[in-house]
């Protein structure tokens, strides 16, 4: 019976158990299934919020600027426009936009067949990724962009730099572009030559060939008009380089130099602005000035001169206008150049031009530094602590000097008071016969250790009415001296007298004051 109960027991157990597996594998499969569901319905409902901000990364990108130089990547000027507009574009508060640089170099090639592989290169490169903003330096490259831009790059605005507005003669700009105007101070730096070399007479005029340096010579010789009556004009311009350092080595005394910038001479030889203002004014007999700030340093005096790197912080402040949303057509065309009056210190001496003459916003490049300006402050800093250092040591030296001599006397004054105590003692056990040699040989100490030249011992008479040496000390190589061997009468020493004989004692600290002394007591 029990055995049968135990059994009916597990069997019972068995089943319960194969029912509540039963029961949670039903659970299971329930929530498997609608946790599947709830992952479907979540994702379906969360995609359109994902896409949103992909789409907003899209519109937020970083923007692309294409700039196109009409010079060749060897030119000095590019550094200088490169770092004026990077430095604006690098602080803008959306990032830094990325920028291509497309060097045209049509000063040496501008065939047809060049132009046309040029466009057809720009068209392949950027198909896939169009720039956001197109930024033209200098003539051809605005040209090129006016050409064919169109067809390269439609519907993107452009900017440009480096334009005298005598180019736009004619021509029709589209409400895509705007840009800032180039205007050399032909007239001015004219006058600020004639200014610093008074009496001139001759002005040479030196500019390049090829349709860039012909329309530069133009415009200087437009501006200078209003002198024709005050100077006689050398027109130089388009002649070979030769003829032309010919020319400028041969001018007639009391001459100035204008130097518009020669990328193509006569002959068709190419050079940058740099090299053919290196060579005109080594070879000038007369002072050299220009137009540009990338010339200085290499031979002109200098000039009211365009900052191509400020000229490129302009340009990189508009740039960030147009990508910032602003339209073009919005944004007038800038007619204000950065322009300065720089100096070559250096040539400002070969020409004895005194810094006097300069105007008072003058920048003088190249001046040797002077230590003085260059370490005043730190100089005049070490001085004063050497000054102050000095003081103190000096002031330290004295004291130690004070210390000394007081430790020296009271040493002194110590060894002086032991040996009178001494021979106080010693006198008490002397005897008669020996007081006199004693006294002696205690004048001796006391002398010398005072350093002294004599030592005395005055007996009074009887009456008290004078006085002499009864012992006397003298130190070796003293001169005898007969007076002190003499008597001290009252009548002729009456404060002396009176003074000792009260007992008390005469001190003279400086024998050297001892007439002072005398006539104080008198």
Known sequence: MIRSAIVATIVGFIKTGKMIRAYFNDIRQRCNFASILLLIVGWSLLTPCLARPVMGSQTSAKKNILLLASYSPAAPVGELWNRGIRSVLNSGPAGSPSIDIEYLDVLHFKDKRYIRLISDLLRHKYASSPPDLVITLYNTALEFMLTHGKDIFPDVPLIFAGIEEQFFNGKKLEPTITGLLSSPRYSETLALALDLHPGTQTV?????????????????MQAFKPFVRQVDFIDLAGLPMPVILDKVANL?????????????????????????????????SAPVYSFWDVILGQGIVGGNLISFEEEGKSLGALALRVLNGERPADIPISRESQVKPMFDWRELKHWSVPEERLPPDRLI????????????????????????????????LYLRGVRRQAEQDLVERLTFEKRVSQLSSDFIRLSADQIDSTIRQSLAQVGSLLKADRAFVFRFNL???????????ESE??????????AIVKEFFPWVYDTLISGQEIVMPDTEKLTEYNEIRE
Request: aromatic share 10%.
């Open 252 to 284: 007639p005394q009391r001459s100035v130099i204008m130097y518009i910038p020669i990328v193509e001479d006569g002959a068709g030889h190419k050079f940058t602005a740099t090299q053919s203002a290196f060579q005109i004014s080594r070879a000038a």
């Open 477 to 486: 190589g003293t001169v005898p001296d007969p007076v002190v061997r003499g």
């Open 365 to 396: 490049m190249f001046k040797p530094i002077d230590p003085w300006d260059k370490y005043k402050g730190r100089i005049i800093s070490t001085l004063l602590i050497i000054v102050i250092q000095g003081l103190v040591i000096s002031y330290l």
């Open 463 to 473: 009456e008290n009415t004078r006085f002499v040496v009864s012992h006397l000390w």
């Open 204 to 220: 040479a005029v030196v500019a390049g060939a090829g349709s860039i340096g012909r329309k530069w010579g133009e415009d200087a």
